[in-house]
């Protein structure tokens, strides 16, 4: 399945769970590792572990098989690897604190600090 297409049921999932602040970033030619990273917030640890879980069961359900999956005992910070995708499932302060979003920010749309 195309990235893309991981990306939409992604997101689905994420949404259908209330995850806040859903973002994609295409990462296609800044990373060997995946073509997209999702991050989306959960309001409660008990939150993001369920929003993981389904969206494990959306990949299942489309025959889709994680890499791998990170962080569920914790559930601060829950890492959905599928290859192309690689989700990010956050509380609020761990969001804020590793602030991915300015990490991986492409240089030509922001300023370089």
Partial sequence: ???????ELVINAL???????????????????TDYMIIATGTSRRHVKSVAENVLMTLKEHNLKPNGTEGGDVSEWVL????DVVVHIMMSETRDFYDLEKLWHPMDEGSAD
């Fill in 15 to 33: 949404d259908d769970m209330k995850a806040v602040d859903i973002k994609t970033i295409d990462v296609i030619g800044r990373s060997n590792v």
């Fill in 80 to 83: 959905v690897d599928v290859g």
């Fill in 1 to 7: 399945m195309q990235g893309e297409k991981i990306v």
